[in-house]
């Protein structure tokens, strides 16, 4: 579907918003499960916001299903990191958005983990650094990808991606406390 879509098939558009609407919906709901009640974004929102950023890029060259999860994803966390500059959600530590370390898709809560402003941060650094690594970092904690799928995306061996998730981790969480 995602190459018939590329191609110009409306339909198949109409068809992969239907199969992909409730893995991402998912996926919002875990990024927004520790934001505050009456929070300006909710998780409908938040997949649609992602929808219109993806089908206005038809320059990505869709591999499969976990490529695109994995893109949304990564959507996803942008538009929470600049809904909540636009906010300025960390003055002072108020309300900040914080993100414990956790190999599944993100789940946000305000008792632990890095700042979610100050982890992209991290994680654009990073990739300037080593990509692979931002990339498995992406992969795993924003889009909830297993080891399998990450190695697949990325053409490298899951012990490869397990060696640069432990590094980035490590790498990240020190950046972090210096923040």
Avoid: C
């Amino acid at each position: 579907m995602l190459h018939l879509w590329r191609g110009g098939d409306k339909e198949a558009l109409d068809r992969l918003i239907r199969v992909m609407h409730k893995d991402l919906l998912k996926i919002a709901r875990h990024f927004m499960r520790g934001e505050k009640a009456g929070h300006s974004l909710q998780a409908t929102a938040l997949v649609n916001e992602a929808y219109l950023r993806l089908f206005d890029n038809k320059q990505i060259n869709w591999h499969d299903r976990t490529h695109f999860l994995a893109v949304s994803a990564m959507l996803m966390r942008r538009i929470l990191v600049d809904h909540a500059r636009s906010k300025n959600v960390q003055k002072r530590g108020g309300d900040m958005i914080k993100v414990p370390w956790d190999t599944g898709v993100v789940v946000t809560s305000n008792e632990k983990g890095p700042n979610l402003e100050a982890l992209d941060d991290a994680l654009e650094v990073l990739a300037k650094m080593d990509p692979r690594k931002a990339k498995v970092v992406e992969m795993k904690f924003f889009g909830g990808m297993t080891v399998e799928e990450t190695a697949t995306a990325l053409n490298v061996s899951p012990d490869t991606v397990m060696r640069d998730w432990r590094l980035a981790k490590q790498w990240l969480s020190r950046e972090l406390k210096r923040a």
